[in-house]
């Protein structure tokens, strides 16, 4: 039982990493990043695939962070020209086009068999292992969260508003939000990769069937319902994912006759509708949260 | 490459992008008057091909009477899914239409999976050899297939370029407010707009199916080369659709001895990339507004 729960505390902080990483995007800087899974994937790789060549785990989740954040240097340049229609669409063909890759390049990561037996974090410590990973998560998620906050309150935190409120006025006020844009793009993907590397280091096994566009649309759907463009909003948000999540699973004993594969197409069509429902009445997600 | 290897490559980049095109033109017609890229696009493409499934299954109905009732139903989902969900959205930030689309889209393949299940599908089509040319190969069912997508495209065409219809419906693409002012009512135009939608992604998905196979991913795989048709083809250009498709397909087949077959989709999205980054207003386009 301790077991179960720990291992839902760190998939549900790992999503909240996920959604803090996206509310800097999206909920503060309107940046529409439908290719969260990607930078997920990349960091969940470069750690993963270091580690097995013997480097120091603490290296390998930086070097996580570190890559995904460059990999967003293009995409966050690209967004500078782009309507959020159009970004959002290009990061989501982005997602698949690494997820293509990461399953056709086999001599670096092994294709669609995955990498096994990736070593766990704090491994030496034995049974306790996975709560000391809940424990440092808890830690850099509520660091995360602070440092949001803080950020937002900064001056340079009013400056990311202001470009997601109206970045006409801010270009006529002769600021030039171009740069910011794409530091906090970065800063969002390698929160996204750090993300990668827990969850790489937790499952110990990865294939590219885990980092399909669902996962990017599971973050989504946490952060709207709890509520774009606040820390609360992306930590409740994630917390009522992963109920959701986990809900469902406890769900199948309720409906009887319904098997495996047709409870995973149950869970998505919920995803669906969730958010349907949330867009058409709850934009502002389920706690309110200021209406922007 | 032999002129026939690449003549083989060509041919089939031809018909693939006649396929693509619909879909394509689907997006186009929305994102000109609705101005949001309907990710949902796809997966009525899904619904259409598994619709005529269904049909042919039931009744043992021979292709084109499925594909009628097919092109029937999935303009009810498509009009049902404006009217339920889109219609409410417009006038709110454009991600909000989106996600929706997004989350209508997973709606729809769910359901699908759910009742279809995951297994791969075949429509009920008479096996026939290819014509050989000297080495240049052509299926006569590839011939169908292009012959079909070019009436249905013909078809969208007069009505956007020939009736008034389609004049209001360009009234309504260029200013919305203007069209009202001029006594244009939106609200029947707009779910004539989503029944042909509907119409033309099930005689997609319909195409798709035949081309390659029915599953429940169909629909969404083509979602990143149909967009890039539509960018490539410049956003709002229903000609402009068409060609990027055509364009687009030609490009990823002369593309597979290079890349092999899986790397498709991620030339689509390089082409998608490079296009946006160098002439965002595609090769038809008017020049919009890119803040």
Sequence with gaps: MIAYLCAIGVIALIYCLLALGLNLQFGLTRLVNFGVVAFFAVGAYTSGLLSLQGVPLALCFVAAGVLSGLLALPIGLLSLRLRDDYLAIVTLGFSEAVRISIQQESWLTKGVQGLPGLPKLFAAWGPVSDVATFATLLALVALVSWGTVRLTRSPFGRLLKAIGDDEAALSALGKDPAWFK????????????????????????????????????????????????TVRGAVFGSL????????????????????????ASLRLAAVGLALILVTLYRPNGLFGGPSK | MTWIA??????????????????????TLVMGVNRFPNAATGDFLTTGAYAAVAVQMLGGWPLWAAALASMAATAVVSAGSYTLIFRKLAGRPMVS????????GFLLRSLISFFAGHDQRTFDLPLVRAWNFGGVRLLPTDVAIAGIAVLCLLVVFVLIYKTSFGRQLRAVADSADLARASGIRAGGLML??????????????????MKAIVSPEMGWESLIPAFAAMVLGGIGSPVGAV????????????????LGPSYKLVLSFVVLALVLLLRPAGIMGRVQRVR
């Design chain 1, 240 to 263: 009522l994912l992963m109920v959701f999540l986990e809900g469902s699973r406890f769900a199948k004993d309720w409906v009887p006759g319904v098997s495996e594969v047709g409870m």
């Design chain 2, 192 to 209: 004539s707009l989503w029944v042909l939608v509907g119409a033309l992604s099930a005689i997609g998905g319909v195409l798709l199916g």
């Design chain 2, 97 to 104: 239409s989106m996600l929706a689309a997004i989350g209508l």
């Design chain 2, 243 to 258: 060609l990027g498709a055509l364009l687009l397909c030609v490009a990823q087949e002369l593309a597979v001895p290079l």
């Design chain 1, 182 to 229: 794409v530091q906090v793009f970065m800063l969002g993907a390698a929160l996204a990769g750090v993300a990668g590397a827990f969850y790489a280091h937790f499952i110990t096994f990865i294939t590219p069937e885990q980092f399909i566009p669902l996962i990017t649309f599971y973050v989504w759907m946490g952060l709207v319902m709890g509520g774009a463009g």
């Design chain 2, 6 to 27: 690449f003549a083989n490559l060509l041919i089939n980049g031809l018909i693939e992008g006649l396929v693509v095109a619909l879909p394509a033109l689907a997006m």
